[in-house]
């Protein structure tokens, strides 16, 4: 079966620090990867997206970056971290064959910046 | 930006009452679906409905699709305490990306 991991669970940072979020896929092979960022109260935002190693997509141009270094590896960075970083940052992943669009979430992290 | 728009924005009901959610888009689908989510967890799939069809259950919960009215309802019948949750549509997009609605919080009180 197939698992997602997402580490830390809970962050906080001070304004101007780095980040570095990690997520991984278990059981899968070349699976989409996303990630999602969700404010107090809102809806999910999509991020970034990647189809393969090394192969990243950004949705919505900020302070944020993300790469693919291994098949399912999924990292999200900052090097200066804001106040409106703060949310709730989850990975997600889809099985790239079958034709079925469903995603898998992993647990997320809380991330606050102060 | 957002592409399905749920509502109510929240919703409060007692155990064994049904819950009904509805969300509503812009542009055409190829399908619509509905995650789940509890409070500081990720999401959860519930139900995909294909734009070629109208309605499809899954043990208490009933999904419709009406793609004149660019529309979609979530029926949870004779909700339980544990359904409390936020409740997301959500609509496909390139390379297979979702869009996300912000979602209806819904409290079963017992």
């Known amino acids: 079966s197939q698992t997602i991991h997402q580490w830390p669970a809970t962050l906080v940072q001070p304004v101007g620090s780095p980040l570095s979020l990690e997520c991984t896929v278990e059981?899968?092979?070349?699976?989409?990867l996303y990630w999602y960022r969700q404010a107090a109260g809102r809806g999910l935002q999509l991020l970034f997206y990647?189809?393969?190693?090394?192969?990243i997509s950004s949705e919505v141009p900020q302070n944020l970056s993300a790469s693919r270094p291994q098949d399912r590896q999924f990292i999200l960075s900052s090097k200066k971290l804001l106040l409106s970083d703060s949310g709730f940052y989850l990975c997600?992943?889809?099985?790239?064959?079958?034709?079925?669009?469903?995603?898998?979430f992993g647990p997320g992290t809380r991330l606050t910046v102060l | 930006s957002q592409q399905g728009e749920e509502d109510p924005q929240a919703l409060s009901i007692q155990e064994g009452e049904n819950a009904t959610m509805n969300c509503s888009y812009k542009?055409?689908?190829?399908?619509l679906q509905w995650y789940r989510q509890n409070s500081g967890r990720g999401l959860v799939h519930l139900i995909l409905?294909?734009?070629?069809?109208r309605e499809k259950h899954s043990g208490r919960l009933r999904v419709t699709l009406d793609t004149s009215k660019k529309s979609s309802s979530l029926l949870i019948t004779a909700s339980r305490a544990a359904d409390t949750a936020s409740y997301f549509c959500?609509?496909?997009?390139?390379?297979?990306?979702?869009?996300f609605g912000k979602g209806t919080m819904l409290l079963v009180s017992p």
């Open positions: 542009t055409s689908i190829n399908n």
């Open positions: 990647s189809v393969g190693i090394g192969q």
């Open positions: 409905i294909r734009s070629n069809e």
């Open positions: 059981g899968t092979s070349n699976p989409n």
């Open positions: 959500a609509t496909d997009g390139r390379y297979s990306t979702l869009t």
């Open positions: 997600a992943w889809r099985r790239l064959a079958g034709g079925y669009n469903e995603q898998f």
